[in-house]
Nanobody
Framework: QVQLVESGGGLVQTGGSLRLSCIAS????????LGWYRQAPGKQRELVGT???????NLVDSVKGRFTISGDNAKNAMYLQMNSLKPEDTAVYYC???????????????WGQGTQVTVSS
């Protein structure tokens, strides 16, 4: 099965920036439902934003104007640029894929292992 690997997390001060990457382990010929999620301690996992194969993006209101999602289909990659970080952005960030078309065919509901983002006040 295709795997998603996140990287780029770390510790940053309030107002700082981080860029997360999500790389697929295999070539993806098409996908639907690709997005970033996050889970803070003691809270449910929540959607941060999504990107379509065509590159259209959508972000939740709490990160609009601060976060940007981008993708590079040729590199099987998705990115999350996070600026003006706040302590409430502290969470484990995951990438998720509803459906991918790979050499194996359709592969569904794929999660990465997550990367920790910690914003200090």
């Amino acid at each position: 099965q295709v795997q998603l690997v996140e990287s780029g997390g770390g510790l940053v001060q309030t107002g700082g920036s981080l860029r997360l990457s999500c790389i697929a382990s295999q070539t993806i010929f098409s996908f639907s439902g690709l997005g970033w999620y996050r889970q803070a301690p003691g809270k449910q996992r929540e959607l941060v934003g999504t990107i379509t194969w065509a590159g259209e993006t959508n972000l939740v209101d709490s990160v609009k104007g601060r976060f940007t999602i981008s993708g590079d289909n040729a590199k099987n990659a998705m990115y999350l640029q996070m600026n003006s970080l706040k302590p409430e952005d502290t969470a484990v960030y995951y990438c998720h894929l509803d459906r991918a078309v790979t050499r194996r065919g359709y592969e569904d509901d794929i999660w990465g292992q997550g990367t920790q983002v910690t914003v200090s006040s």
